[in-house]
């Protein structure tokens, strides 16, 4: 409990013991409504200040000015304990409120602590502390342990196991060592490490996923934008109404039935019914559950980029995957030479340094199987044509190496492989010369991850990928994906999600998940992009509205239930706090509620709209059964 918490709790109480001895001392008169002017002065004047600012600056309409109202008009009627049990049980539901909020911030934040205070530079044997800002790329930093991982870079020197916990939700700890890549935001628990940084502090993980979490509440779902028009035209109906319950039955009374008007009554209902209209449950409460849901995620390692897209993802009815990098590791291992015209050893050769420049897993593979030294300067020429290959100049020979389509673009023959696998095809001076097969692994859940979201209800699941039809459908077909569609160029792709988009219902949200540069068009195409965080490519990142840090694709069902639950939460409140204000507004305008039962329509269903709300923050055990998470 924070300074500003502790004197509203020194408040309530004070104001509390006051009232209650009042309430036992028998009082009249002047006298009476001086002594309890105190209490209410110690617990609503900060209420009665806002009140007036708002009245001062034409917004008249808030939960402060209902309440100033109400309490003042019952302190008039002469109902003094009413009037300050009312400003009571208000602040004692604005105190929780404030503690509920500030209690999900911490834990977000707790979670999210990976903001790092300084980088350490090594100067003339020293060592020197300074600010990220103002480490350049490629500068040497150390990494001592227990330090936070500062800026995103490659182990130039030493081994250490990080946690990577605040990043990914993983609770396992990660093995580095010299020539891995690791990113800021990591906590180094062993060895001391030197890192060489490969980007600036700002473009660093550690930032950018600051930045997504701190710029997430200001893209509001439709169920916020309803609850603030809502509350922009429900207050000022709910006075004007008051108005006229406490000004028309009297007269009509008086006018048309001669009986006596009944002022102090109809005002007295008048009140009760502005206590019970404060929308304070609906405008706290629903923002409150979004918040509590993207921190909920954001501790499972993923990161929604607003509460309009974690409504978007309870609705999704189709998941599209890509292949390369996310359904598979990514990791390419050559296994096998085929229909060579010249030795393996060699078309391995022109392969790899035809890939030199090439930052592809299919080409690391192949540089990899190559096993040697390339000397660029035997390599000239380099043109990469997009979703087909490379073609450049070997010790003077043209070399194109790529697949099918890129041997048809040069009307060159080759032989198709039976294998499931992806194919590069090479070609020497216009000659075929062989192919070599690359075979990737699948990841670890990735199965699961597909029955995760058949359970889930998902209607159905696509893979889209630019690999051979072979391997893409036996990879499909091993991962329980329903349909396929192989041998696609980046456009190709966002086509096919527009044909997806076109065949779904309207209220039905289509979910594509991938991790290349090449994703990144369909990534923003899609109804809710989701993108490998930990090995995906920036633009891919930047495209997406959700990103999986640990690029685990059984996080996307993991996602989908934590969306469905918080929007379950938003619509109970929804529900619940509407059903009651209306039950209540009725047996307010009727005299059966009196000003005790307006405070539980007020106080009581904020706190418990509050409580809530907050469930949506807890997301464990939230799979299907049989499916670990």
Known sequence: MNKKQKRVLIRILLSAA?????????????????????PYLI??????????????????????????????????????????????FYQIGELFQSYAVGKSRRNISDLMDIRPDYANIEKNGSMERIDPDEVETGSIIVVQPGEKVPIDGIIVEGSSALNTGALTGESVPREVAKGDEIISGSINMTGVLRVRTIKEFGESTASKILDLVENASSKKSRSENFISRFARYYTPAVC????ALAILPPLISMIFLGGAPGWEKWIYRALTFLVISCPCALVISIPLSFFAGIGGAGKEGILVKGSNYLEALSQTKYVVFDKTGTMTQGVFEVNGVHHNQIEADKLIEYAALAEYYSSHPISKSLKKAYGKEIDPSRISDVEEIGGHGVTAVIDGKKVAAGNGKLMRKFGISCQECSSAGTVVHVAVEGNYAGHILISDLKKPH?????????????????????????AAEQTASELGIETVYSELLPADKVTKVEELLEQKAPKEKLAFVGDGINDAPVLSRADVGIAMGALGSDAAIEAADVVLMDDDPLKIAKAIRISKKCIRIVYENIYFAIGIKILCLVLGAAGIANMWLAIFAD???????????????FVKNLCPKGIPL
């Open 43 to 88: 617990i609503g004047y900060d209420i009665l200040k806002k009140a007036g600012k708002g009245i001062w600056n034409r917004q008249v309409f808030d939960e402060n000015f209902l309440m100033a109202v109400a309490t003042i008009g019952a302190i008039f009627l002469g109902e003094y304990t009413e009037g300050v049990a009312v400003m009571l």
């Open 603 to 617: 106080v009581g269903v904020m706190v418990l709209a509050v409580m809530n709300a907050v469930r949506a923050l």
């Open 446 to 470: 990735a199965k699961e991850a597909v029955s995760a979201l058949h359970k889930l209800g998902i209607s159905g699941t696509v893979m889209l990928t630019g690999d051979r039809r072979a």
């Open 240 to 243: 004007y109404g008051a108005l």
């Open 18 to 38: 006051l009232m209650v001895l009042l309430h036992f001392i028998p009082l009249s008169g002047y006298f009476r409504f001086c002594l309890y002017m105190i």
